[in-house]
């Protein structure tokens, strides 16, 4: 803080009302004409003396009822920061840190769902989907990751161990949802221009890939961590993997960065085949691949940013600096959120499946209680009752405990077209052999 020149701006203002409290300079603020009787709050200084204080308190003066100011302001509200002292925390950290944990939660909760509604429903077991679920398994492994590292960072700083054990596994978790994400990508790019070699690539390479290699880079980045010492200085209650390094943290974000980028290469030549050889194309497997190619516009800059954003960000402390850490935080934390949304709360898949199986379980009801009749209504809103199908109460019966399709027979038909270099799309549906449903224990 600088005295003198706040001082040149607490300069004596005319007092219109006689009797009044005059503006007057205590050294550390500038208080304003008030009137007699009233007590005058205004936030706390900022700085003093070299040290932060937190300006989210008050400090208060009160203005006597014969126009003259009390002997000394109350500064009793105004703590210096220490964000090494639990008891008097920076504001905008604790903010930040609720931020956080919101968003971890609602997509914890949201990803959850969706992968129980990929996992329970069989009609939905296909490639397309069980890479989809590993996807959001990622992120909710990281979530859960980071609630637990947040939460237990004091005991974590004391037991070295577990400290490593925790910062290695949000790592990789965190760079699970690159891979997984390009993964994604790589696939939709195989259905809509490499069709041909599609057939080629299992699903035991698409798992390779998503979770194989960035166990690989991380421990190479444990390698690295452990035989390079870390030029930093370190107290001895402190975690030295928690410590960021200029150097080794590159072993891990530099892939992320690049996986990101090939991810834009697939999805620009994604969205030119569609644009231009299936412009004129409307059968339900090309909407589909629009969708999805919508889903991947969405999401990979959406992940590309915030990652960015981890890695840039205002060097000096201050209001700007707070919103920027809010609006990081919101843009992490609900990543996961947005995965689950895209993926499977707005799929036209999912949501057929819902009704289909609804359908089913209503006629079976229906045929339990013998209530066989159904009620219509007419265009004037006037109930009219007929007779159930036969067909459906008969499938109800012949299929019970059995999980249908749900996918109508547009979408499983094959279809044909020429993406310009020779090749063919074909069906994706869920029942295409080639996309063979995993063994369940892998989703």
């Avoid at 997509?107 to 490639?127: E, G, H, P, T, W």
């Avoid at 960021?244 to 994604?270: C, E, M, R, T």
């Avoid at 036969?390 to 094959?414: E, F, L, Q």
Wanted: charge should be positive.
């Amino acid at each position: 803080m600088n005295i003198t020149s706040t001082n040149n701006t607490c300069l004596p203002e005319k007092v219109l009302n006689p009797g009044w409290c005059p503006s007057h300079w205590d050294l550390l603020l500038c208080w304003r004409t008030s009137k007699p009787g009233a007590v005058v709050y205004q936030a706390c200084f900022d700085e003093l003396n070299g040290m932060r204080y937190d300006t989210s308190q008050n400090a208060s003066r009160r203005c006597k009822l014969n126009g003259v100011w009390e002997n000394s302001s109350d500064y009793m509200n105004c703590r210096p920061l220490d964000t090494n002292n639990p008891l008097y925390p920076d504001p905008s950290i604790v903010y930040t840190s609720y931020f956080y944990y919101g968003g971890y939660t609602i997509s914890l909760v949201a990803l959850v769902a969706a992968v129980s509604i990929f996992v329970y429903f069989k009609d939905l077991r296909c490639l397309r989907n069980t890479i989809h679920t590993n996807l959001m398994c990622t992120y909710i492994l990281s979530d859960f990751t980071w609630i637990l590292t947040s939460t237990l960072q004091e005991w974590l700083s004391a037991s070295n161990n577990a400290c490593v054990l925790f910062t290695f596994s949000l790592h990789y978790f965190v760079l699970t949802n690159f891979f997984w994400m390009f993964v994604e990508g790589l696939y939709l790019y195989i259905l809509v221009v490499e069709t041909f070699t599609r057939e080629n690539i299992k699903l035991r390479v698409y798992m390779f890939i998503g979770w194989g290699f960035p166990l690989v880079i991380m421990i190479v980045w444990g390698v690295s961590k452990i035989i390079t010492p870390i030029e930093v200085e370190e107290r001895s209650d402190s975690c030295s993997w928690m410590t960021p390094h200029p150097v080794h943290d590159w072993i891990y974000q530099g892939p992320a960065i690049i996986v990101l980028i090939v991810n834009l290469v697939f999805l620009s030549k994604i969205m030119w085949v569609l644009i231009t050889k299936l412009r004129s194309a409307n059968s339900a497997e090309t909407q589909q691949y629009r969708k999805a190619s919508k889903a991947l516009l969405v999401l990979i800059p959406l992940l590309g940013v915030t990652y960015i954003l981890t890695m840039v960000g205002p060097t000096e402390s201050g209001t700007y600096a707070n919103y920027y850490s809010y609006g990081r935080a919101t843009l992490l934390s609900m990543q996961g959120f947005m995965v689950a949304i895209f993926y499977c709360f707005v799929n036209s898949e999912v949501k057929n499946t819902f009704k289909h199986h609804f359908i089913r379980w209503n006629d079976a009801r229906n045929l339990r209680t013998g209530g066989s009749r159904r009620f219509t209504y007419s265009k004037d809103w006037s109930p009219n009752t007929r007779l159930a199908r036969p067909s459906i109460i008969a499938d109800t019966v012949m299929n019970k405990g059995k999980r249908a399709s749900t996918v109508s027979s547009s979408t499983t038909m094959t279809f044909i077209v020429s993406n310009g270099s020779g090749g063919v799309l074909l069906s994706n549906a869920c029942q295409n052999r080639m996309l063979n449903a995993p063994p369940e224990n892998l989703v």
